[in-house]
């Protein structure tokens, strides 16, 4: 079993930024023996979408809207995986939920919302 706990979310002005934190703990010894982990977000109405991925191997991937804005990075020794967001617009409104796919299986935090005022 795998928890995710995600942190950072908040009310934040246009152009303005803020991270996210999600923590894992359970059965695992680091987060080094995810497959992955991301982001996805869902705003209001629509479907949940990535909005960034890391790999096991550190390979990185964005969606079109977010990329040169976000950064996705990790802290192995802190179990903990970072979502950096700068020059945020309003259209980035949503619930971000952190995912983790370990042993082809995957886990979702409960989502921390991020509200982005024009």
């Known amino acids: 079993q795998v928890q995710l706990v995600e942190s950072g979310g908040g009310l934040v002005q246009a152009g303005g930024s803020l991270r996210l934190s999600c923590a894992a703990s359970?059965?695992?010894?680091?987060?080094?023996?995810?497959?992955?982990m991301g982001w996805y977000r869902q705003a209001p109405g629509n479907q949940r979408e990535l909005a960034a991925l890391i790999t096991r191997g550190g390979i990185t991937n964005y969606a079109d809207s977010v990329k040169g804005r976000f950064t996705i990075s990790r802290d192995n020794a802190k179990n903990t995986v970072y979502l950096q967001m700068n020059s945020l617009k309003p259209e980035d409104t949503a619930v971000y939920y952190c995912?983790?796919?370990?042993?082809?299986?995957?886990?979702w935090g409960q989502g921390t919302q991020v509200t982005v005022s024009s």
């Open positions: 995912y983790a796919d370990y042993t082809s299986r995957g886990y």
């Open positions: 359970g059965s695992i010894f680091s987060i080094n023996a995810m497959n992955a």
